[in-house]
């Protein structure tokens, strides 16, 4: 399985922006359908957002469309997560997922990743 490194959280005013990166090392990403899941304090891990192994289709959680966008650059073995409008309810740690077999298909249920990143905090204040 590939590793995933996340990078790019941090603090930021509701109304800012920020942009994850998840880097893939040891196994390329590029078969495989990607995704960020976040976790607040107390709550479990949620589906945010994810893209087709060829960019041509994403899917995003409700309360994201409009203010995030998820892509990916397969030479780099990197996915991305701009995230803009953010609000306090945005905070948590993000994590960037590899499903498990090589798909075209994006899933949404956590169970289908098999590949995890450590996380990064992103924290928005109001």
């Known amino acids: 399985q590939a590793q995933l490194v996340e990078s790019g959280g941090g603090l930021v005013q509701a109304g800012g922006s920020l942009r994850l990166s998840c880097t893939g090392s040891?196994?390329?990403?590029?078969?495989?359908?990607m995704g960020w899941v976040r976790q607040a304090p107390g709550k479990e891990r949620e589906f945010v957002a994810g893209?087709?192994?060829?960019?041509?289709?994403?899917l995003y959680r409700d309360s994201v469309k409009g203010r995030f966008a998820i892509s990916r650059d397969n030479a780099e073995n990197t996915v991305y997560l701009t995230m803009n409008n953010l609000k306090p309810e945005d905070s948590a740690v993000y994590y960037c997922?590899?499903?498990?077999?090589?798909?075209?298909?994006?899933?949404?249920?956590?169970?289908?990743?098999?590949?995890w990143g450590q996380g990064t905090q992103v924290t928005v204040s109001s």
């Open positions: 893209i087709n192994w060829d960019s041509r289709r994403s």
């Open positions: 997922a590899a499903q498990r077999y090589p798909s075209g298909v994006i899933r949404y249920n956590l169970e289908d990743f098999g590949s």
């Open positions: 040891g196994r390329t990403i590029s078969r495989y359908s």
